[in-house]
């Protein structure tokens, strides 16, 4: 270990974006961990695309339909 906690730098990291693009980055992993859930067969396509497309409006989020790719 070299003394660096990871944990307190990915805070500090955090708390220093402004509140737009640490909203995007937000939303970025939330579709992250849709897609993983895809990909894995724990949800399906309707269930991605309606879970996608209610968190972007509780966001404020615009879609377009590269949004919808799994990546």
């Known amino acids: 270990m070299n003394g660096i906690n990871l944990k307190d730098t990915l805070k500090s990291d955090w708390r ?3 509140p ?3 909203k995007r980055a937000l939303f970025r992993k939330q579709k992250d961990l849709l897609d993983a859930f ?3 067969g724990a949800i399906d396509r309707r269930q ?3 879970s996608l497309t209610c968190m972007a409006e509780k966001m404020g989020m615009e879609l ?3 949004t ?3 990546h």
Do not use: H, N
């Open 38 to 40: 895809l990909s894995r």
């Open 20 to 22: 737009d693009e640490r």
């Open 48 to 50: 991605y695309e309606k």
């Open 16 to 18: 220093s974006m402004p």
């Open 68 to 70: 919808f790719e799994t």
């Open 64 to 66: 377009d339909s590269d």
